[in-house]
Protein backbone atom coordinates (compact mmCIF):
# COMPACT_ATOMS: atom_id res chain seq x y z
CA UNK A 1 0.00 0.00 0.00
CA UNK A 2 3.14 2.31 0.92
CA UNK A 3 4.50 1.62 -2.07
CA UNK A 4 1.82 2.07 -3.97
CA UNK A 5 0.83 5.64 -2.76
CA UNK A 6 4.81 6.40 -3.17
CA UNK A 7 4.44 5.11 -7.19
CA UNK A 8 1.24 7.41 -7.75
CA UNK A 9 2.73 10.60 -5.60
CA UNK A 10 5.78 10.32 -8.35
CA UNK A 11 3.26 10.14 -11.03
CA UNK A 12 1.60 13.25 -10.04
CA UNK A 13 5.12 14.94 -9.62
CA UNK A 14 5.70 14.16 -13.17
CA UNK A 15 2.50 15.42 -14.52
CA UNK A 16 3.34 18.79 -12.36
CA UNK A 17 6.89 19.09 -13.73
CA UNK A 18 5.74 18.11 -17.35
CA UNK A 19 4.34 21.85 -18.73
CA UNK A 20 7.36 23.25 -17.36
CA UNK A 21 9.49 20.87 -19.21
CA UNK A 22 7.96 21.33 -22.65
CA UNK A 23 8.28 25.42 -21.92
CA UNK A 24 12.07 24.81 -21.48
CA UNK A 25 12.40 22.94 -24.52
CA UNK A 26 10.21 25.38 -26.80
CA UNK A 27 12.02 27.78 -28.96
CA UNK A 28 12.55 31.56 -27.79
CA UNK A 29 10.26 33.81 -29.49
CA UNK A 30 12.32 36.77 -28.67
CA UNK A 31 15.39 37.84 -28.55
CA UNK A 32 17.67 41.00 -27.09
CA UNK A 33 20.71 41.78 -28.98
CA UNK A 34 23.28 45.01 -28.07
CA UNK A 35 26.39 46.09 -29.98
CA UNK A 36 28.50 49.48 -29.82
CA UNK A 37 26.53 52.56 -29.63
CA UNK A 38 29.30 54.21 -31.35
CA UNK A 39 29.40 52.30 -34.82
CA UNK A 40 27.65 54.14 -37.17
CA UNK A 41 26.57 53.42 -39.85
CA UNK A 42 26.56 50.05 -38.28
CA UNK A 43 24.94 51.07 -34.74
CA UNK A 44 24.35 54.12 -32.99
CA UNK A 45 21.81 55.10 -30.23
CA UNK A 46 18.28 56.26 -32.07
CA UNK A 47 17.67 60.00 -31.08
CA UNK A 48 14.33 59.57 -30.74
CA UNK A 49 14.53 56.67 -28.51
CA UNK A 50 18.00 56.20 -26.58
CA UNK A 51 17.42 53.29 -25.06
CA UNK A 52 17.43 51.01 -28.65
CA UNK A 53 19.86 51.13 -30.96
CA UNK A 54 19.26 51.78 -35.08
CA UNK A 55 21.61 51.17 -37.87
CA UNK A 56 22.38 48.57 -40.80
CA UNK A 57 23.22 46.19 -38.33
CA UNK A 58 19.87 46.71 -36.56
CA UNK A 59 18.15 46.15 -39.94
CA UNK A 60 19.22 43.22 -40.55
CA UNK A 61 18.55 41.64 -37.05
CA UNK A 62 14.95 42.97 -37.86
CA UNK A 63 15.11 41.66 -41.16
CA UNK A 64 16.06 38.08 -40.18
CA UNK A 65 13.47 38.19 -37.02
CA UNK A 66 10.77 38.67 -39.81
CA UNK A 67 11.71 36.21 -41.79
CA UNK A 68 12.35 33.46 -38.76
CA UNK A 69 9.43 34.38 -37.06
CA UNK A 70 11.33 36.02 -34.13
CA UNK A 71 11.45 39.28 -32.31
CA UNK A 72 14.77 40.88 -31.84
CA UNK A 73 14.88 43.82 -30.27
CA UNK A 74 18.60 46.01 -30.66
CA UNK A 75 18.73 47.61 -27.29
CA UNK A 76 21.53 49.92 -25.90
CA UNK A 77 23.50 48.05 -23.16
CA UNK A 78 26.00 50.79 -22.17
CA UNK A 79 29.42 51.29 -23.71
CA UNK A 80 31.32 49.05 -25.81
CA UNK A 81 32.72 47.08 -23.23
CA UNK A 82 29.56 47.44 -21.03
CA UNK A 83 27.91 45.78 -23.88
CA UNK A 84 29.91 43.00 -24.03
CA UNK A 85 29.56 41.86 -20.38
CA UNK A 86 25.54 42.22 -20.94
CA UNK A 87 25.95 39.54 -23.74
CA UNK A 88 29.09 37.36 -22.40
CA UNK A 89 26.85 36.78 -19.02
CA UNK A 90 23.87 36.34 -21.36
CA UNK A 91 21.68 39.08 -20.16
CA UNK A 92 21.17 40.02 -22.94
CA UNK A 93 21.28 36.89 -26.04
CA UNK A 94 23.22 38.35 -29.04
CA UNK A 95 25.38 40.22 -30.23
CA UNK A 96 24.92 42.68 -33.29
CA UNK A 97 27.88 42.13 -35.15
CA UNK A 98 31.45 40.94 -33.42
CA UNK A 99 34.72 40.60 -35.17
CA UNK A 100 35.81 36.40 -34.42
CA UNK A 101 38.51 35.90 -32.41
CA UNK A 102 39.66 32.91 -30.57
CA UNK A 103 38.87 34.33 -26.92
CA UNK A 104 35.31 35.67 -27.64
CA UNK A 105 34.76 32.21 -29.62
CA UNK A 106 34.99 30.82 -26.20
CA UNK A 107 31.97 32.83 -24.86
CA UNK A 108 30.01 32.90 -27.94
CA UNK A 109 28.31 30.63 -30.77
CA UNK A 110 29.62 32.96 -33.99
CA UNK A 111 26.82 32.62 -36.72
CA UNK A 112 27.94 31.93 -40.06
CA UNK A 113 28.93 33.33 -42.45
CA UNK A 114 29.27 37.36 -41.36
CA UNK A 115 26.73 39.71 -42.92
CA UNK A 116 29.27 42.68 -43.53
CA UNK A 117 33.43 43.27 -43.27
CA UNK A 118 34.61 46.18 -42.19
CA UNK A 119 38.44 47.33 -42.58
CA UNK A 120 40.28 48.90 -39.43
CA UNK A 121 42.44 51.76 -40.21
CA UNK A 122 45.01 54.04 -38.64
CA UNK A 123 43.40 57.62 -38.04
CA UNK A 124 46.19 60.45 -37.30
CA UNK A 125 46.33 64.09 -37.29
CA UNK A 126 47.26 65.63 -40.43
CA UNK A 127 49.76 67.29 -38.66
CA UNK A 128 51.35 64.44 -37.38
CA UNK A 129 51.34 62.09 -40.50
CA UNK A 130 53.53 59.54 -40.97
CA UNK A 131 55.01 57.14 -43.35
CA UNK A 132 52.58 53.80 -43.05
CA UNK A 133 53.00 50.71 -44.90
CA UNK A 134 52.42 48.11 -42.61
CA UNK A 135 51.89 47.14 -38.65
CA UNK A 136 55.65 47.18 -38.26
CA UNK A 137 55.72 51.22 -39.30
CA UNK A 138 53.55 51.20 -35.95
CA UNK A 139 55.99 50.59 -33.68
CA UNK A 140 57.89 52.79 -31.26
CA UNK A 141 54.75 55.35 -31.68
CA UNK A 142 51.39 55.85 -28.90
CA UNK A 143 48.78 54.53 -30.23
CA UNK A 144 45.29 54.10 -29.18
CA UNK A 145 42.02 51.66 -29.21
CA UNK A 146 38.74 50.75 -27.06
CA UNK A 147 38.71 48.31 -24.45
CA UNK A 148 37.51 44.86 -25.16
CA UNK A 149 37.80 45.95 -28.52
CA UNK A 150 39.51 43.67 -31.84
CA UNK A 151 40.87 44.07 -35.38
CA UNK A 152 41.07 40.87 -36.10
CA UNK A 153 43.43 37.53 -34.24
CA UNK A 154 46.13 38.63 -36.32
CA UNK A 155 46.85 42.01 -35.77
CA UNK A 156 45.68 41.75 -32.16
CA UNK A 157 48.12 39.26 -31.54
CA UNK A 158 51.11 41.69 -33.19
CA UNK A 159 49.54 44.39 -30.97
CA UNK A 160 49.69 42.38 -27.82
CA UNK A 161 53.69 42.02 -28.74
CA UNK A 162 54.99 44.42 -30.50
CA UNK A 163 52.73 47.72 -30.31
CA UNK A 164 51.84 50.78 -27.47
CA UNK A 165 48.40 50.71 -27.40
CA UNK A 166 46.71 52.26 -25.02
CA UNK A 167 42.71 50.98 -24.30
CA UNK A 168 40.10 53.75 -23.45
CA UNK A 169 36.45 53.27 -22.71
CA UNK A 170 34.90 55.07 -25.91
CA UNK A 171 36.09 56.13 -29.42
CA UNK A 172 35.27 59.51 -28.49
CA UNK A 173 37.85 59.83 -25.85
CA UNK A 174 40.41 58.24 -28.41
CA UNK A 175 39.67 60.60 -30.87
CA UNK A 176 40.17 63.51 -28.31
CA UNK A 177 42.92 62.21 -26.93
CA UNK A 178 44.36 62.20 -30.51
CA UNK A 179 43.32 65.23 -31.08
CA UNK A 180 45.39 66.48 -27.58
CA UNK A 181 48.09 64.92 -28.83
CA UNK A 182 48.28 62.50 -25.79
CA UNK A 183 48.42 59.56 -28.62
CA UNK A 184 49.90 59.47 -32.12
CA UNK A 185 47.20 57.57 -34.07
CA UNK A 186 44.30 55.68 -33.24
CA UNK A 187 43.42 52.36 -34.92
CA UNK A 188 39.57 52.47 -35.39
CA UNK A 189 36.87 50.93 -38.17
CA UNK A 190 36.76 53.41 -41.06
CA UNK A 191 33.28 54.34 -41.49
CA UNK A 192 32.48 54.70 -37.74
CA UNK A 193 35.72 56.61 -37.69
CA UNK A 194 34.77 58.98 -40.67
CA UNK A 195 31.10 59.05 -38.60
CA UNK A 196 32.65 60.16 -35.18
CA UNK A 197 35.09 62.89 -37.06
CA UNK A 198 32.01 64.87 -38.49
CA UNK A 199 30.17 64.65 -35.07
CA UNK A 200 33.17 66.19 -33.32
CA UNK A 201 34.13 68.84 -36.09
CA UNK A 202 37.28 67.41 -36.79
CA UNK A 203 37.02 65.82 -40.28
CA UNK A 204 39.01 67.83 -41.57
CA UNK A 205 41.95 67.94 -38.95
CA UNK A 206 42.56 63.72 -39.51
CA UNK A 207 43.43 61.57 -42.35
CA UNK A 208 43.19 57.66 -42.37
CA UNK A 209 46.87 56.25 -43.33
CA UNK A 210 46.81 53.07 -46.25
CA UNK A 211 46.38 50.69 -46.18
CA UNK A 212 43.88 48.84 -43.30
CA UNK A 213 45.34 47.24 -40.54
CA UNK A 214 42.88 44.48 -40.72
CA UNK A 215 39.37 43.74 -43.04
CA UNK A 216 37.47 41.89 -40.74
CA UNK A 217 33.98 39.88 -40.94
CA UNK A 218 31.24 41.40 -38.97
CA UNK A 219 29.25 38.33 -37.10
CA UNK A 220 26.16 37.82 -35.40
CA UNK A 221 27.03 36.20 -31.81
CA UNK A 222 24.71 34.38 -29.67
CA UNK A 223 25.86 33.83 -25.50
CA UNK A 224 26.86 30.48 -24.39
CA UNK A 225 24.99 31.95 -21.44
CA UNK A 226 21.73 32.93 -22.72
CA UNK A 227 18.89 30.69 -22.24
CA UNK A 228 17.54 30.98 -25.51
CA UNK A 229 21.15 29.14 -27.01
CA UNK A 230 19.78 26.25 -28.59
CA UNK A 231 20.96 24.01 -31.85
CA UNK A 232 17.89 24.46 -33.74
CA UNK A 233 17.96 28.13 -33.05
CA UNK A 234 21.91 28.56 -34.00
CA UNK A 235 21.02 26.26 -36.75
CA UNK A 236 18.10 27.94 -38.28
CA UNK A 237 19.86 31.47 -37.62
CA UNK A 238 22.82 30.06 -39.75
CA UNK A 239 20.58 28.89 -42.90
CA UNK A 240 19.09 32.39 -42.78
CA UNK A 241 21.98 34.22 -42.67
CA UNK A 242 23.49 32.69 -45.89
CA UNK A 243 20.48 33.59 -47.67
CA UNK A 244 20.48 36.98 -46.60
CA UNK A 245 24.46 37.25 -47.64
CA UNK A 246 24.16 35.52 -50.78
CA UNK A 247 22.33 38.84 -52.04
CA UNK A 248 22.44 42.50 -51.83
CA UNK A 249 20.57 43.41 -48.74
CA UNK A 250 23.34 43.98 -46.03
CA UNK A 251 25.56 46.34 -48.64
CA UNK A 252 21.82 47.65 -49.41
CA UNK A 253 21.52 48.39 -45.86
CA UNK A 254 24.51 49.61 -44.96
CA UNK A 255 24.84 52.62 -47.67
CA UNK A 256 21.19 53.58 -46.66
CA UNK A 257 22.70 54.13 -43.06
CA UNK A 258 25.34 56.12 -44.01
CA UNK A 259 22.87 58.36 -45.70
CA UNK A 260 20.39 58.05 -42.85
CA UNK A 261 22.86 59.05 -40.57
CA UNK A 262 24.52 62.05 -42.79
Known amino acids: MIKRCFRH ?7 ALLPLAVVAQEPCQRLTATGNPEYPPYLWRDPQNPQQLIGANAD ?38 YFMTQARQRQMDFVVPPFLHTPSVVWVRQDNAFAYGQWAD ?31 PSARQAFEKLMHKRSDYVVYEQYPGMAL ?66
Not at 145 to 163: E, I, M, P
Not at 198 to 204: M, Y
Not at 221 to 229: D, I, Q, T
Open 197 to 262: ARTLGIADTVQVLEPPVSSEGLYLALSHESPCNQPQLRETLAREMEKIVAGALPEQLLQQNLERWQ
Open 9 to 15: ALSLLGL
Open 138 to 168: LRGRKGGTLVNNSHGQQFDDYAKANLTLEAV
Open 60 to 97: LLKYLGRQLGLEIEVVYAGPWSRAQEEVRTGRIDLMAG
